[in-house]
């Protein structure tokens, strides 16, 4: 899968879908909102409609020519979360994207429940909204109470109130030039 994707299901966090992908288009990069249904519309948790790029039969699935540079990203947000991880062609689309060299981003109940679908997580810190901890840690995950951290090419944030220092931390490793800018754009250079 090539490019940067935001996977979006029914019940997704507003904040963490939506800002994450505002600092990364601010850092000058193309970003894509993914609906998983065949639908454009997806609601978010606070019923929110957003209309998305495109279907995720819109998209190529394929991890052919992946490199950490593809970016698949999945917010929180309940029931939206548990909807990305019973998606089956996503996660198979993620387990390959990872395995081909493409980096994986998730926030929220996101590690716990999606990022807990790839067959192993040995070694990798992660940070998670409170109570999602176990599933990745039963996996070989490492938690790490931060705000957002990057361990390999996974990039996990804690919740909602953390999403644009997730979306930092995404620019971090595919524009770092761009995240001082960002930073000072958004009043954040005292951070």
């Not at 991880?85 to 996660?91: D, F, G, H, I, S």
């Amino acid at each position: 899968m090539k490019g940067i994707n935001i996977f979006l299901a029914d019940g997704f966090e507003d904040i963490e879908a939506l800002a994450t992908g505002d600092v990364l288009r601010r850092g000058g990069l193309d970003v894509r909102l993914v609906s998983i249904y065949d639908e454009l519309t997806v609601e978010s948790s606070h019923g929110v409609s957003v209309i998305a790029d495109f279907t995720l039969d819109e998209v190529d699935l394929s991890a052919d020519g992946t490199d950490a540079g593809d970016v698949m990203i999945f917010p929180g947000g309940m029931p939206g979360t548990r909807n990305l991880a019973a998606c089956e062609p996503l996660m198979d689309a993620m387990r390959a994207h990872y395995a081909a060299g493409g980096t994986l981003a998730a926030i929220c109940a996101a590690p716990g429940l999606v990022l807990s679908e790839l067959d192993s997580l040995q070694g990798v810190e992660f940070t998670c909204f409170e109570g999602f901890e176990a599933a990745p840690v039963a996996k070989g995950g490492v938690f790490t109470p931060k705000a957002a951290l990057r361990s390999g090419r996974i990039i996990t944030g804690r919740s909602a109130g953390h999403a644009v220092t997730f979306g930092l931390e995404i620019l971090s490793v595919l524009r770092p030039e761009k995240c001082e800018d960002v930073k000072k754009a958004l009043y954040l250079w005292t951070v």
